[in-house]
């Protein structure tokens, strides 16, 4: 965005010296206190001193004090500007505090063999965990899992196109198929994953294992073979997130104007042309943004994954959200768990800007 | 005469065999997809009600295959016959209720409240920190959806030992504010651009500051996409489990954490499991019959220009 402010305020601030130096003043008071602080602390944290702390909270306290002194001061000194600037300050200011910080913080960890339950504490092992994560076949395991699952995210797609299509029909009780369609992403992945996962899908009782023997699969076992129990987790997952999608075309398909399929079907195109040369071409836009998003969501996919089948059968159903948790959990190794959590997170930010890239050029009206 | 003078051709009547067969494909493939969607649903809940034989049997209508039974509600404390009684397994679960009650209200109400100002605000005005530009901040904000929680959660993890934050409410709402603000910006930001300046200019004309304009003028006319954020993000933080597993351990357990540890337990006993799934997702389920406008709302929020 290039041009000014959208909206144009006027203001004479009539703003003394003494209130700018005021202003000032206390910004840098308060980072001074923030740095006396945990310099005291790290002190202590060294062994030199003993202030008497227990937790690093004193130090948080006054972090917060100084992102409050701050946003006052934009006020103290910038006047009807500083208040606009309070808009967007403190929103930014907790973002960095929650995600850039413990970004570096993670990096640090990243280096470093940490094994929270003993005593040793931290020690910097250098690049002990790359070559580990190296010649870790289950994390590579992981991610080609979650090259798998992404696949996967083609077909909902085409499901949910299906049932929008369906929902834009003209169609009675529109309103109670979209009341359901959309229920199953209320429910809680944990909660779905012991309803459908672990009784719907019990080998003995549960009424879809019963169903497919009536079909004539004589021994349903959906969490047996490696392939079987992947594509079980992809359904469970598509079953939850599908409405999400279905609702972003369904918005998609009632912005089309009326006239275009109308002038379509009077230039004797059947459903089927009209289909694919007018709906689908004006849909791709809403299309591509939906598949980006639902991509992003596929790249956390854990919590089905870590209630029910915690990875197995061999590895074959883990996703990196799943392998990293268990990875903690079972060797409480905070360091290398890190590591493969910052390698992902490189890897997701170099796939999103190119498909980024690649969706941008796809979805640009070609003249 | 009564031959009828007007009548179909055969190609009309064709037509409407055609008609009625699509009705029938259309209908059917609804309601099929309504009967994957909502069996689940009704499988839990009658389950519930379920005794040992029934689920062997795979009892599948009550009334019909088998009597409904308390057992499962009893065993959380929540039928008829013990609401009145001393229960653990209720105080047990209506702890972990409030848990999950008040760490997704308070987060989404945080993440709104920041999200609108800083959509407000980037939709207003042009900004300069440092290099960082309006869009640039924009981008800022939004790229965090794509920063998965595992990258954030083991660092935090130490954060929050070193802070004594581990296992409070207060640790998990600073979080989950942070992953739902994205999407509460993503939303508001496409609401604010549709409300035509000309309004706040109206009320700067008549002497309103820029902060009493925004909370007199913008602010009712941006409710219903709050509204629409405020749920999309109570349903996200409601069921998040991920950092509810590592972060808490007994005092601040959500719901979610409840019903994974219990999957594990129980075996086959399914009607208790049920009757505690079903408690988990029933106030999501409400909220999605009653409120499904607003969510609606907020899902297609920057899909369609």
């Known amino acids: 965005m290039s041009q000014g402010d959208l909206l144009h305020v006027v203001t004479a601030d009539d703003i003394s010296q003494g209130r700018k130096l005021f202003g000032r003043a206390i910004v840098w008071a308060s980072a001074l206190i923030v740095v006396l602080v945990a310099a005291a602390q790290a002190a202590q944290q060294m062994g030199k001193v003993d202030f008497g702390f227990t937790t690093w909270r004193p130090t948080l306290y006054a972090y917060i004090l100084w992102a409050v002194c701050l946003c006052w001061s934009q006020v103290l000194i910038r006047g009807e500007h500083g208040k606009r600037t309070l808009f967007v300050l403190p929103t930014a200011l907790f973002v960095i505090s929650l995600t850039v910080f413990p970004l570096l913080f993670g990096l640090v960890i990243a280096f470093s063999s940490w094994n929270l339950s003993s005593p040793l504490g931290r020690q910097f092992n250098g690049l002990d965990n790359v070559r580990q994560m190296w010649s870790d076949p289950f994390y590579w395991n992981a991610l080609r899992n979650m090259v798998w699952y992404c696949l996967a995210i083609l077909f909902e797609y085409a499901i949910a196109f299906g049932l929008a299509l369906l929902l834009n029909a003209e169609i009675r009780a529109r309103k109670f198929f979209r009341v359901a369609f959309l229920l199953p992403l209320m429910l809680s992945p944990v909660a779905v994953s012991w309803m459908i996962g672990k009784s719907m899908l019990e080998l003995r009782f549960g009424p879809v294992a019963r169903f497919a023997r009536w079909l004539g699969w004589e021994n349903p076992s959906f969490f047996g073979s490696p392939e079987i129990a992947r594509l079980t987790i992809m359904l469970l997952d598509a079953w939850t997130f599908i409405p999400f999608m279905m609702i972003m075309i369904l918005a998609g398909l009632q912005a089309i104007p009326r006239d275009l399929t109308e002038a379509a079907k009077v230039d004797g195109a059947g459903p089927w042309r009209s289909f694919w040369e007018v709906t689908f071409p004006l849909m791709l836009p809403v299309s591509v943004t939906a598949v980006l998003i639902r991509i992003i969501f596929k790249m956390k996919l854990a919590d089905i994954v870590i209630n029910l089948t915690a990875g197995g059968p061999g590895g074959a159903t883990d996703t990196v959200t799943s392998f990293i948790f268990r990875e903690y959990r079972d060797r409480s190794n905070v360091g290398y768990g890190t590591l493969l959590a910052m390698v992902y997170l490189v890897i997701i930010i170099i796939v999103m800007t190119i498909l980024m890239k690649v969706a941008d050029r796809f979805t640009r009206p070609r003249t | ?305």
């Open chain 2, 1 to 305: 005469m009564t031959e009828a003078i007007f009548h179909d051709s055969e190609a009309d009547r064709a037509y409407r065999a055609k008609w009625y067969l699509s009705r029938l494909v259309i209908y059917g493939l609804l309601i099929l997809w309504a009967i994957v969607c909502l069996f689940p649903i009704y499988w839990t809940i009658t389950t519930s009600f379920k005794m040992a034989p029934n689920v062997m049997q795979g009892a599948l209508i009550p009334w019909v295959d088998y009597t409904p039974a308390w057992l499962g509600w009893r065993s959380l404390g929540l039928s008829p016959d013990t609401i009145g009684a001393e229960s653990t397994v209720r105080d047990e679960f209506l702890k972990r209720f409030f848990n999950s009650a008040i760490t997704s209200v308070v987060s989404s109400s945080l993440a709104v409240i920041l999200g609108s100002l800083a959509a407000y605000g980037l939709s207003r005005f042009s900004y300069r920190f440092g290099y960082m530009r309006n869009s640039d901040i924009s981008f800022f904000f939004l790229s965090q959806l794509i920063l998965p929680p595992v990258v954030l959660a083991l660092p935090f993890l130490v954060l929050y030992r070193e802070l004594a934050l581990l296992d409070t409410r207060i640790g998990l709402i600073l979080l989950y504010t942070l992953t739902v603000l994205p999407i509460v910006i993503w939303i508001m930001r496409d609401q604010f651009a549709s409300i035509p300046t000309e309004l706040e200019e109206a009320a700067l004309v008549d002497g309103m500051s820029i902060w009493g304009a925004f909370f007199g003028v913008i602010l009712p006319i941006a409710l219903p996409g709050m509204m629409a954020a405020f749920i999309l993000s109570l349903v996200l933080t409601w069921n998040e489990y991920f950092f509810a597993a590592l972060l808490t351990s007994t005092h601040a357990n959500t719901l979610p954490v409840m019903v994974a540890s219990q999957t594990g337990s129980q075996g086959i006993n399914w009607w208790a499991m049920a009757a505690l799934s079903f408690a988990a997702i029933l106030p999501l389920v409400i909220i999605g019959i009653v409120l499904e406008r607003y969510l609606i709302k907020g899902m297609t929020a920057g899909a369609v220009k």
